[in-house]
Protein backbone atom coordinates (compact mmCIF):
# COMPACT_ATOMS: atom_id res chain seq x y z
CA UNK A 1 0.00 0.00 0.00
CA UNK A 2 0.72 3.88 -0.57
CA UNK A 3 2.49 5.19 2.45
CA UNK A 4 0.61 7.81 3.03
CA UNK A 5 -2.20 5.20 4.27
CA UNK A 6 -0.02 4.08 7.12
CA UNK A 7 0.75 8.13 7.59
CA UNK A 8 -2.91 9.11 7.91
CA UNK A 9 -2.95 6.31 10.32
CA UNK A 10 -0.65 7.35 11.99
CA UNK A 11 -2.54 10.52 12.59
CA UNK A 12 -5.04 9.34 12.99
CA UNK A 13 -3.55 7.56 16.48
CA UNK A 14 -2.30 10.78 17.58
CA UNK A 15 -5.55 12.26 17.44
CA UNK A 16 -7.38 9.25 18.76
CA UNK A 17 -5.01 9.38 21.82
CA UNK A 18 -5.49 13.14 22.50
CA UNK A 19 -9.04 13.64 22.10
CA UNK A 20 -10.90 10.72 22.76
CA UNK A 21 -10.91 10.92 26.22
CA UNK A 22 -12.42 14.44 25.57
CA UNK A 23 -15.42 12.87 23.94
CA UNK A 24 -15.51 10.54 26.56
CA UNK A 25 -15.60 13.09 29.56
CA UNK A 26 -17.42 15.64 28.06
CA UNK A 27 -20.62 14.33 29.74
CA UNK A 28 -19.41 13.95 33.04
CA UNK A 29 -17.99 18.10 32.48
CA UNK A 30 -21.41 18.69 32.17
CA UNK A 31 -22.87 16.54 35.06
CA UNK A 32 -19.87 17.27 37.21
CA UNK A 33 -19.05 21.22 36.55
CA UNK A 34 -22.37 22.63 35.80
CA UNK A 35 -25.13 20.19 37.15
CA UNK A 36 -26.82 19.23 34.35
CA UNK A 37 -29.72 16.63 34.39
CA UNK A 38 -29.15 13.73 32.32
CA UNK A 39 -31.53 14.16 29.62
CA UNK A 40 -30.14 18.01 29.18
CA UNK A 41 -26.85 16.26 28.88
CA UNK A 42 -27.90 14.26 25.95
CA UNK A 43 -29.72 17.30 24.50
CA UNK A 44 -27.11 19.32 24.11
CA UNK A 45 -24.63 16.65 22.71
CA UNK A 46 -27.15 15.65 20.25
CA UNK A 47 -27.81 19.71 19.46
CA UNK A 48 -24.00 19.57 18.10
CA UNK A 49 -24.39 16.74 15.74
CA UNK A 50 -25.85 19.12 12.78
CA UNK A 51 -23.05 21.19 13.20
CA UNK A 52 -20.50 17.77 12.66
CA UNK A 53 -23.32 17.07 9.81
CA UNK A 54 -22.95 20.62 7.97
CA UNK A 55 -19.07 20.03 8.19
CA UNK A 56 -18.81 16.78 6.61
CA UNK A 57 -20.86 17.58 3.76
CA UNK A 58 -18.84 20.96 3.52
CA UNK A 59 -15.36 18.85 4.06
CA UNK A 60 -16.05 16.70 1.66
CA UNK A 61 -17.09 18.72 -1.37
CA UNK A 62 -13.97 21.34 -0.62
CA UNK A 63 -11.83 18.73 -0.61
CA UNK A 64 -12.69 17.91 -4.04
CA UNK A 65 -12.84 21.54 -5.20
CA UNK A 66 -9.70 22.58 -3.95
CA UNK A 67 -7.96 20.06 -3.24
CA UNK A 68 -7.44 17.18 -0.40
CA UNK A 69 -4.64 18.41 1.76
CA UNK A 70 -4.99 21.46 2.85
CA UNK A 71 -8.39 20.14 4.55
CA UNK A 72 -6.51 16.63 5.68
CA UNK A 73 -3.80 19.03 7.78
CA UNK A 74 -4.86 22.65 8.25
CA UNK A 75 -8.43 21.35 10.80
CA UNK A 76 -5.87 19.92 13.12
CA UNK A 77 -3.89 23.59 13.94
CA UNK A 78 -7.27 25.68 14.18
CA UNK A 79 -8.44 22.85 16.82
CA UNK A 80 -5.30 23.02 18.96
CA UNK A 81 -6.47 26.82 19.00
CA UNK A 82 -9.68 25.69 20.39
CA UNK A 83 -8.87 22.96 22.69
CA UNK A 84 -6.68 25.24 23.92
CA UNK A 85 -9.33 27.61 24.57
CA UNK A 86 -11.79 25.06 26.65
CA UNK A 87 -8.58 24.35 28.78
CA UNK A 88 -8.45 27.98 29.90
CA UNK A 89 -12.31 28.83 29.93
CA UNK A 90 -13.84 24.73 30.82
CA UNK A 91 -15.35 26.66 34.25
CA UNK A 92 -16.19 30.34 32.55
CA UNK A 93 -20.17 29.15 31.52
CA UNK A 94 -21.85 26.50 29.49
CA UNK A 95 -22.37 28.78 26.42
CA UNK A 96 -18.64 28.96 25.92
CA UNK A 97 -17.99 25.15 26.32
CA UNK A 98 -20.84 24.21 23.96
CA UNK A 99 -19.79 27.02 21.88
CA UNK A 100 -16.12 26.04 21.59
CA UNK A 101 -16.70 22.22 21.25
CA UNK A 102 -19.35 22.86 18.47
CA UNK A 103 -16.50 24.80 16.37
CA UNK A 104 -13.90 21.86 17.00
CA UNK A 105 -16.28 19.47 16.12
CA UNK A 106 -16.54 21.19 12.70
CA UNK A 107 -13.08 21.26 12.19
CA UNK A 108 -13.18 17.54 12.96
CA UNK A 109 -16.22 17.31 10.14
CA UNK A 110 -13.54 19.01 7.79
CA UNK A 111 -10.87 16.61 8.10
CA UNK A 112 -12.17 13.11 7.91
CA UNK A 113 -14.20 12.73 4.38
CA UNK A 114 -10.47 14.57 3.04
CA UNK A 115 -8.27 11.98 4.92
CA UNK A 116 -10.63 8.87 3.80
CA UNK A 117 -10.93 9.77 0.25
CA UNK A 118 -7.47 10.38 0.45
CA UNK A 119 -6.81 7.08 1.34
CA UNK A 120 -9.33 5.95 -1.80
CA UNK A 121 -7.17 7.98 -4.32
CA UNK A 122 -3.92 6.01 -3.64
CA UNK A 123 -5.08 2.28 -2.80
CA UNK A 124 -5.50 0.13 -5.53
CA UNK A 125 -8.99 -1.92 -6.00
CA UNK A 126 -7.43 -5.62 -4.37
CA UNK A 127 -6.40 -3.14 -1.07
CA UNK A 128 -9.21 -1.18 -0.82
CA UNK A 129 -10.50 -3.09 2.16
CA UNK A 130 -7.33 -3.42 3.91
CA UNK A 131 -6.28 0.17 3.81
CA UNK A 132 -9.02 1.15 5.55
CA UNK A 133 -8.83 -2.10 8.33
CA UNK A 134 -5.46 -0.45 8.61
CA UNK A 135 -6.63 3.07 9.46
CA UNK A 136 -9.31 1.72 12.15
CA UNK A 137 -6.84 -0.41 13.95
CA UNK A 138 -4.85 2.71 14.68
CA UNK A 139 -7.26 4.95 15.76
CA UNK A 140 -8.88 2.20 17.55
CA UNK A 141 -5.63 1.57 19.42
CA UNK A 142 -5.76 5.20 20.30
CA UNK A 143 -9.41 4.96 21.66
CA UNK A 144 -8.02 2.26 23.98
CA UNK A 145 -5.02 3.75 25.07
CA UNK A 146 -6.84 7.58 25.51
CA UNK A 147 -9.59 7.30 28.20
CA UNK A 148 -6.57 5.79 30.59
CA UNK A 149 -4.59 8.39 30.04
CA UNK A 150 -7.57 10.36 30.30
CA UNK A 151 -8.91 9.69 33.84
CA UNK A 152 -5.60 9.54 35.05
CA UNK A 153 -4.99 13.54 34.23
CA UNK A 154 -8.42 14.22 35.59
CA UNK A 155 -7.94 12.26 38.67
CA UNK A 156 -4.42 14.23 39.51
CA UNK A 157 -4.62 17.33 37.70
CA UNK A 158 -8.14 18.45 36.80
CA UNK A 159 -10.76 17.95 34.10
CA UNK A 160 -9.40 20.77 31.93
CA UNK A 161 -5.77 19.51 31.92
CA UNK A 162 -7.93 16.66 29.13
CA UNK A 163 -7.97 19.27 26.77
CA UNK A 164 -4.45 20.99 26.92
CA UNK A 165 -3.33 16.98 26.09
CA UNK A 166 -5.33 16.81 23.11
CA UNK A 167 -4.53 20.39 21.55
CA UNK A 168 -0.45 19.02 22.48
CA UNK A 169 -1.42 15.92 20.45
CA UNK A 170 -3.43 18.16 17.56
CA UNK A 171 -0.09 19.81 17.02
CA UNK A 172 1.84 16.99 16.42
CA UNK A 173 -1.12 15.64 14.32
CA UNK A 174 -0.55 18.75 12.29
CA UNK A 175 3.10 19.28 11.98
CA UNK A 176 3.53 15.45 10.96
CA UNK A 177 0.88 15.56 7.99
CA UNK A 178 2.17 19.07 7.33
CA UNK A 179 5.59 17.59 7.09
CA UNK A 180 5.13 14.54 5.10
CA UNK A 181 1.89 13.89 3.76
CA UNK A 182 1.77 14.71 -0.45
CA UNK A 183 -1.31 15.41 -2.22
CA UNK A 184 -3.63 12.75 -3.53
CA UNK A 185 -5.81 15.13 -5.54
CA UNK A 186 -5.31 18.25 -6.12
CA UNK A 187 -9.02 19.69 -7.26
CA UNK A 188 -10.89 19.95 -10.10
CA UNK A 189 -12.54 23.12 -11.47
CA UNK A 190 -16.16 22.91 -11.49
CA UNK A 191 -18.36 22.85 -14.68
CA UNK A 192 -21.71 25.29 -14.44
CA UNK A 193 -23.33 22.21 -13.52
CA UNK A 194 -21.55 20.81 -10.83
CA UNK A 195 -21.50 24.58 -9.63
CA UNK A 196 -24.79 24.00 -9.05
CA UNK A 197 -25.11 20.89 -8.05
CA UNK A 198 -22.89 21.79 -4.90
CA UNK A 199 -22.55 19.47 -1.87
CA UNK A 200 -26.22 17.55 -3.26
CA UNK A 201 -24.69 15.89 -6.00
CA UNK A 202 -24.33 12.41 -4.32
CA UNK A 203 -27.66 12.35 -3.47
CA UNK A 204 -28.52 12.74 -6.93
CA UNK A 205 -26.94 9.48 -7.68
CA UNK A 206 -29.68 7.02 -7.30
CA UNK A 207 -28.18 3.82 -6.35
CA UNK A 208 -25.65 5.90 -4.12
CA UNK A 209 -28.77 7.10 -2.50
CA UNK A 210 -29.92 3.78 -1.86
CA UNK A 211 -26.71 2.37 -0.31
CA UNK A 212 -26.70 5.12 2.06
CA UNK A 213 -30.50 4.16 3.35
CA UNK A 214 -28.87 0.79 4.01
CA UNK A 215 -26.32 2.15 5.42
CA UNK A 216 -28.13 4.66 7.79
CA UNK A 217 -30.51 1.98 9.11
CA UNK A 218 -26.76 -0.25 10.13
CA UNK A 219 -26.00 2.68 11.92
CA UNK A 220 -29.13 3.10 13.47
CA UNK A 221 -28.19 -0.89 14.93
CA UNK A 222 -24.60 -0.25 15.38
CA UNK A 223 -25.34 3.53 17.61
CA UNK A 224 -27.03 0.98 20.17
CA UNK A 225 -23.47 -0.07 21.22
CA UNK A 226 -22.93 2.73 23.35
CA UNK A 227 -25.69 4.12 25.55
CA UNK A 228 -28.07 1.99 25.70
CA UNK A 229 -25.87 -1.28 26.00
CA UNK A 230 -23.97 -0.14 28.61
CA UNK A 231 -27.38 0.97 30.49
CA UNK A 232 -28.17 -2.77 29.64
CA UNK A 233 -25.19 -4.06 30.96
CA UNK A 234 -24.89 -1.55 33.92
CA UNK A 235 -28.41 -1.05 35.19
CA UNK A 236 -30.66 -3.92 33.98
CA UNK A 237 -28.31 -6.94 34.19
CA UNK A 238 -26.33 -4.98 37.12
CA UNK A 239 -23.11 -6.44 36.21
CA UNK A 240 -19.83 -5.60 38.22
CA UNK A 241 -18.36 -2.63 37.09
CA UNK A 242 -15.15 -5.05 36.63
CA UNK A 243 -16.81 -7.57 34.25
CA UNK A 244 -19.02 -4.20 32.42
CA UNK A 245 -15.28 -3.18 31.65
CA UNK A 246 -13.77 -6.19 30.54
CA UNK A 247 -16.56 -6.66 28.41
CA UNK A 248 -15.77 -3.51 26.64
CA UNK A 249 -12.11 -3.73 26.21
CA UNK A 250 -12.93 -6.59 24.74
CA UNK A 251 -14.10 -5.24 21.84
CA UNK A 252 -10.92 -2.93 21.66
CA UNK A 253 -8.44 -5.65 21.71
CA UNK A 254 -10.54 -8.16 19.17
CA UNK A 255 -10.47 -4.93 16.64
CA UNK A 256 -6.64 -4.84 16.90
CA UNK A 257 -6.02 -8.60 16.22
CA UNK A 258 -8.81 -9.30 13.89
CA UNK A 259 -9.44 -6.64 11.08
CA UNK A 260 -6.55 -6.86 9.35
CA UNK A 261 -7.07 -10.93 8.68
CA UNK A 262 -10.86 -10.43 8.14
CA UNK A 263 -10.01 -7.17 5.82
CA UNK A 264 -7.93 -9.51 3.54
CA UNK A 265 -10.11 -12.30 3.80
CA UNK A 266 -13.12 -10.07 2.24
CA UNK A 267 -11.38 -8.66 -0.14
CA UNK A 268 -10.31 -12.32 -1.61
CA UNK A 269 -13.55 -12.57 -2.17
CA UNK A 270 -14.80 -9.39 -3.38
CA UNK A 271 -18.37 -9.75 -2.70
CA UNK A 272 -18.60 -6.32 -1.03
CA UNK A 273 -22.10 -5.99 -0.26
CA UNK A 274 -22.71 -9.48 0.70
CA UNK A 275 -20.60 -9.34 2.93
CA UNK A 276 -22.02 -6.05 3.99
CA UNK A 277 -25.45 -7.81 4.65
CA UNK A 278 -23.33 -10.79 6.27
CA UNK A 279 -21.90 -8.12 8.65
CA UNK A 280 -24.78 -6.56 9.28
CA UNK A 281 -26.66 -9.58 10.29
CA UNK A 282 -23.50 -10.91 12.96
CA UNK A 283 -23.61 -7.56 14.01
CA UNK A 284 -27.40 -7.57 15.10
CA UNK A 285 -27.12 -11.67 16.33
CA UNK A 286 -24.67 -10.62 18.92
CA UNK A 287 -27.95 -8.17 20.40
CA UNK A 288 -29.95 -11.18 20.79
CA UNK A 289 -27.28 -13.11 22.33
CA UNK A 290 -26.81 -10.54 25.14
CA UNK A 291 -29.97 -10.39 25.77
CA UNK A 292 -29.95 -14.30 26.37
CA UNK A 293 -26.50 -14.01 28.43
CA UNK A 294 -26.27 -15.21 31.45
CA UNK A 295 -23.09 -15.44 32.94
CA UNK A 296 -19.87 -13.67 32.29
CA UNK A 297 -18.57 -15.65 29.61
CA UNK A 298 -21.35 -15.57 27.65
CA UNK A 299 -21.61 -11.50 27.36
CA UNK A 300 -17.91 -11.63 26.26
CA UNK A 301 -19.15 -14.16 23.38
CA UNK A 302 -21.38 -11.87 22.35
CA UNK A 303 -19.00 -8.76 22.41
CA UNK A 304 -17.24 -11.52 20.42
CA UNK A 305 -19.85 -11.51 17.78
CA UNK A 306 -20.60 -7.82 17.62
CA UNK A 307 -16.91 -7.32 16.95
CA UNK A 308 -16.22 -9.46 14.39
CA UNK A 309 -19.45 -7.82 12.74
CA UNK A 310 -18.46 -4.35 13.24
CA UNK A 311 -14.97 -5.46 11.63
CA UNK A 312 -16.47 -6.43 8.79
CA UNK A 313 -18.97 -4.13 8.04
CA UNK A 314 -16.56 -0.81 9.18
CA UNK A 315 -14.10 -0.83 6.71
CA UNK A 316 -16.78 -2.42 3.64
CA UNK A 317 -18.37 0.19 4.02
CA UNK A 318 -15.90 2.69 3.34
CA UNK A 319 -14.52 0.76 0.63
CA UNK A 320 -17.80 1.04 -0.99
CA UNK A 321 -18.17 4.40 -0.91
CA UNK A 322 -14.78 4.76 -2.32
CA UNK A 323 -15.84 2.44 -5.07
CA UNK A 324 -18.80 4.31 -6.22
CA UNK A 325 -17.33 7.97 -6.74
CA UNK A 326 -14.68 8.93 -8.76
CA UNK A 327 -11.78 11.12 -7.95
CA UNK A 328 -13.53 14.04 -8.70
CA UNK A 329 -16.19 13.44 -6.47
CA UNK A 330 -14.98 11.12 -3.82
CA UNK A 331 -14.49 13.75 -0.81
CA UNK A 332 -18.22 14.50 -1.43
CA UNK A 333 -19.55 11.49 -1.73
CA UNK A 334 -17.43 10.50 1.72
CA UNK A 335 -18.85 13.60 3.49
CA UNK A 336 -22.38 12.44 2.27
CA UNK A 337 -21.43 9.17 4.12
CA UNK A 338 -20.10 10.42 7.27
CA UNK A 339 -23.51 12.86 7.38
CA UNK A 340 -25.74 10.62 7.03
CA UNK A 341 -24.63 7.97 9.20
CA UNK A 342 -23.81 9.98 12.02
CA UNK A 343 -27.25 11.85 11.94
CA UNK A 344 -28.56 8.49 13.30
CA UNK A 345 -26.58 9.59 16.54
CA UNK A 346 -29.57 12.09 17.40
CA UNK A 347 -32.17 9.29 17.29
CA UNK A 348 -30.26 5.83 18.15
CA UNK A 349 -29.53 6.93 21.62
CA UNK A 350 -33.46 7.73 22.14
CA UNK A 351 -35.09 4.95 20.56
CA UNK A 352 -32.87 2.67 22.51
CA UNK A 353 -32.88 4.12 26.03
CA UNK A 354 -37.23 4.23 25.21
CA UNK A 355 -37.43 0.63 24.36
CA UNK A 356 -35.29 -0.23 27.21
CA UNK A 357 -37.52 1.64 29.60
CA UNK A 358 -40.62 -0.48 28.79
CA UNK A 359 -40.29 -2.64 32.09
CA UNK A 360 -38.89 -6.49 32.08
CA UNK A 361 -39.55 -6.81 28.34
CA UNK A 362 -37.86 -3.86 27.15
CA UNK A 363 -34.57 -5.13 26.40
CA UNK A 364 -36.25 -7.85 24.43
CA UNK A 365 -38.54 -5.39 22.66
CA UNK A 366 -34.57 -3.25 21.94
CA UNK A 367 -32.61 -6.27 20.96
CA UNK A 368 -35.26 -8.01 19.09
CA UNK A 369 -36.03 -4.84 16.88
CA UNK A 370 -32.59 -3.89 16.24
CA UNK A 371 -32.14 -7.58 15.11
CA UNK A 372 -35.08 -7.01 12.40
CA UNK A 373 -33.42 -4.01 11.47
CA UNK A 374 -29.91 -5.93 11.04
CA UNK A 375 -32.58 -8.71 8.80
CA UNK A 376 -33.88 -6.25 6.80
CA UNK A 377 -30.70 -3.71 5.82
CA UNK A 378 -29.12 -7.38 4.81
CA UNK A 379 -31.50 -8.26 2.66
CA UNK A 380 -32.02 -4.14 1.04
CA UNK A 381 -28.00 -4.81 0.70
CA UNK A 382 -28.16 -7.98 -1.22
CA UNK A 383 -31.12 -6.68 -3.39
CA UNK A 384 -28.51 -3.69 -4.15
CA UNK A 385 -25.98 -6.30 -4.91
CA UNK A 386 -28.18 -7.01 -7.76
CA UNK A 387 -28.57 -3.90 -9.53
CA UNK A 388 -25.08 -1.91 -8.90
CA UNK A 389 -22.85 -4.61 -9.65
CA UNK A 390 -21.03 -3.20 -12.96
CA UNK A 391 -21.12 0.02 -10.78
CA UNK A 392 -18.42 -0.99 -7.96
CA UNK A 393 -16.99 -3.93 -9.95
CA UNK A 394 -16.19 -1.01 -12.85
CA UNK A 395 -14.44 1.30 -9.99
CA UNK A 396 -10.70 1.56 -9.18
CA UNK A 397 -8.21 3.68 -8.21
CA UNK A 398 -9.35 6.42 -10.77
CA UNK A 399 -12.88 5.77 -9.89
CA UNK A 400 -16.28 4.02 -11.95
CA UNK A 401 -16.97 4.59 -15.68
CA UNK A 402 -19.50 6.74 -16.05
CA UNK A 403 -22.48 4.34 -16.34
CA UNK A 404 -25.91 6.28 -16.80
CA UNK A 405 -28.34 5.67 -13.47
CA UNK A 406 -30.76 3.91 -15.82
CA UNK A 407 -28.43 1.49 -16.91
CA UNK A 408 -26.62 0.56 -12.87
CA UNK A 409 -30.18 0.04 -11.57
CA UNK A 410 -30.81 -2.88 -14.38
CA UNK A 411 -27.99 -4.47 -13.95
CA UNK A 412 -27.82 -7.97 -12.76
CA UNK A 413 -26.32 -9.86 -10.13
Known sequence: MDRRVYLLGSAGLVRSIGRSATFV??????????G??????????????????????SGGYFSDRFGRRPFAVYPSFASTVVLLFLWQYLDHGLAIVVGLWAINSFLGGLTRPAQSAMIGDVTPPDLTVTAFGVQRVFTNTG????????????????????????????????????????????????????RGEGVGAPFRDVPFVWLLVGM???????????????LFLGSVRSLPLTEFGFIYSLNGVLVVLLQLPISRWIEGRHQYLGWLAAGSITYGASFLLFDAAGSFAFYLLAMGVLTIGEDIVSPTQQ??????????HRGSYFGAYNAATNATRVVAPVVGTLLLGLGPSGSTWLWGGMFGISVAVALGFLYLRGHARRRIDSAGPQGPSPLPADLLLAGSD
Do not use: D, K, W
Request: hydrophobic content about 60%.
Open 25 to 34: FLPLIFAEVY
Open 36 to 57: LPYLAIGGLIAAIVPVSIISFL
Open 143 to 194: FAISPAIGGFLAATVGLPALFLFAAITSVIEGTLLLVLLRETYPGHRPTPRE
Open 216 to 230: VGLALVMNQFSTPLA
Open 319 to 328: TLVARFAGPE
